[in-house]
């Protein structure tokens, strides 16, 4: 996947880095080169998918049934 971007005349270096590093981002480029970057074995990719998955599981359900208050050492001061 090849990128471009044109620096305009007379635009400050800050400008177009920041315009560079937001291209970078949006494109996915900069999440799959961090993905590359180590090689991780295909247990702990399936073992990292399924704690992303349960997290976002328990995330679901203290949204739908309020924050935690359902754990013994969660009680409210009194």
């Not at 991780?40 to 704690?51: D, F, G, I, N, T």
């Amino acid at each position: 996947m090849s990128l471009r971007m044109r620096v305009h005349d007379k635009e400050p270096i800050g400008l177009a880095l920041r315009r560079f590093k937001k291209l970078i981002e949006r494109s996915g480029m900069q999440k799959e080169l961090r993905a590359h970057q180590h090689y991780e074995k295909p247990s702990e990719l399936r073992r990292r998918a399924k704690l992303r998955k349960e997290k976002a599981a328990r995330k679901a359900h203290e949204k739908t049934f309020g924050g935690g208050m359902d754990r013994p050492g969660n009680l409210p001061n009194m």
